[in-house]
Every structure is written in structure tokens, then in C-alpha cells.
């Protein structure tokens, strides 16, 4: 089955500053790429996705770039603000069934 | 738009008893629901699949018999966990889709269950 990595596991960055954080996938037929934002006590929230037929999406201060070949994709969030302190998980899926990475917990210092 | 409800938040009661969860979603229709389970700082577990008016699919491990979900409708779907013991204790959180228009997984709130 699919095996999701995602560093790194913590992550602290000064407010302004930028964040990314990295996934890996082993099935290469996998075919979409969703981030997940999650606050304590929260359910995930859907943040960006990107499907395999696309090697970059941005939307405002967010972005996922894919890499097919390597199996690798990664979130990049800009000009980092104390709000976007989360737990941000990734996950890859050839179906419909999602398979997560363990999450990495963001926080932006003010 | 595609926003889905789950209900109760949080649930408290004694060990035997059982509880049911509820997740509905309030904007689109769901042909497919998750149910998903979480440990304090650890990832999704994904229990079981279920497809509207079909039996759920468990994942392994997953006691069917222990977690009894229903997908009766396009905009409801219950998880009732059935004698609950102090180890089910856990986040419970489901998520909705649309099949029909690829769309996303949308989460619900989740439930944080506590069995005494």
C-alpha cells in the first residue's frame, strides 16, 4: 500500500518568515496531493491540492509544488503568520482513499 | 460551500455504554463518508469507507462488530461505537465527499469521546 512520509516533524519559524514541509509517497500511481491544516480540538481543514498533471499551484500565500519523478511534493507558506501555527498534514491518493502523513506541528513565533 | 457537521463534540459516559456519532453534510451531497480515528499527536487512522444505502468497508483491525456504522442517506452517516470501553476513548472525526464530482474530503469537527 502507500506509505507517506512528511518532514519535519516540528517546526518553528519567526513571524514573516517562510515555512515548507516535505512529503514523500511510494506509489507512484498515486495521482492527488491534498494538505491539511488541523487546530487543536479541530477537524482537518482542506488548505491546497494539486493533482499529478500539475507540477506547481499557489494560492495567495500558499503553495504545493510536485515532483513525479522524485515522489515528492512539498507546502510552502509565505510571510508566516501566528494564525498559521497548526498541525499540517499531507497525503497522497490514487482513488479516493487518503493515506496521511504524520503531520508536522508549525509554529510561528511573534 | 462543502461544509460538513458532526455531532456531538465531545461525549462523556460510563464503560458498557454505547454511543453514536453523527455526521452530516449540510451543503452536498455525500456518496461517500470516512470515519477516522486519532490519538493525541498522532495522524488519521482511517477505520472504515462507507457508500450511501452500502455496507461500510473496515480497514484491518477495525472490529465491525464494535463499530457500527450506518450511511443510510446521501447527507447522513453514524458511527456508533457499541459497549465502549476506556480504550475507545479517542478523537473520532469523519469526512464527506461527492463522488460523483471528484470532489475533496471534507472533514468534520470531530468528536472527542471519553469512557470512564
Known amino acids: 500500500g502507500e506509505n507517506v512520509e512528511q518532514h519535519p516533524s516540528t517546526l518553528s519559524v519567526q513571524e514573516g518568515d517562510s515555512a515548507v514541509i516535505k512529503c514523500t509517497y511510494s506509489?507512484?500511481?498515486?495521482?492527488?496531493f491534498p494538505w491539511y491544516k488541523q487546530e487543536l480540538g479541530k477537524g482537518p481543514q482542506l488548505i491546497i491540492d494539486?493533482?499529478?498533471?500539475?507540477g506547481e499551484k499557489k494560492d495567495q500565500r500558499i503553495a504545493v509544488t510536485l515532483n513525479k519523478t522524485a515522489k515528492h511534493f512539498s507546502l510552502h507558506i509565505t510571510e508566516t503568520q501566528p494564525e498559521d501555527s497548526a498541525v499540517y498534514f499531507c497525503?497522497?491518493?490514487?482513488?479516493?482513499?487518503?493515506?496521511f502523513g504524520k503531520g508536522t506541528k508549525l509554529s510561528v513565533i511573534p | 460551500g462543502a461544509v460538513v457537521s458532526q455531532h456531538p463534540s465531545w461525549v462523556i459516559c460510563k464503560s458498557g455504554t454505547s454511543v453514536k456519532i453523527e455526521c452530516r453534510s449540510l451543503?452536498?451531497?455525500?456518496?461517500?463518508m470516512f470515519w477516522y480515528r486519532q490519538f493525541p499527536k498522532q495522524s488519521l487512522m482511517l477505520m472504515a469507507t462507507?457508500?450511501?444505502?452500502?455496507?461500510?468497508?473496515?480497514e484491518q483491525g477495525v472490529e465491525k462488530d464494535k463499530f457500527l456504522i450506518n450511511h443510510a442517506s446521501l447527507t447522513l452517516s453514524t458511527l456508533t461505537v457499541t459497549s465502549a470501553h476506556p480504550e475507545d476513548s479517542s478523537f473520532y472525526i469523519c469526512?464527506?465527499?461527492?463522488?460523483?464530482?471528484?470532489?475533496?474530503?471534507?472533514f468534520g469537527d470531530g468528536t472527542r469521546l471519553s469512557i470512564l
Open positions: 462507507s457508500n450511501e444505502g452500502s455496507k461500510a468497508t473496515y
Open positions: 494539486i493533482r499529478s498533471n500539475v
Open positions: 451543503d452536498f451531497q455525500a456518496t461517500t
Open positions: 506509489d507512484s500511481a498515486s495521482n492527488y
Open positions: 469526512s464527506a465527499r461527492d463522488a460523483l464530482v471528484d470532489q475533496p474530503q471534507h
Open positions: 497525503a497522497a491518493s490514487k482513488g479516493y482513499q487518503l493515506t
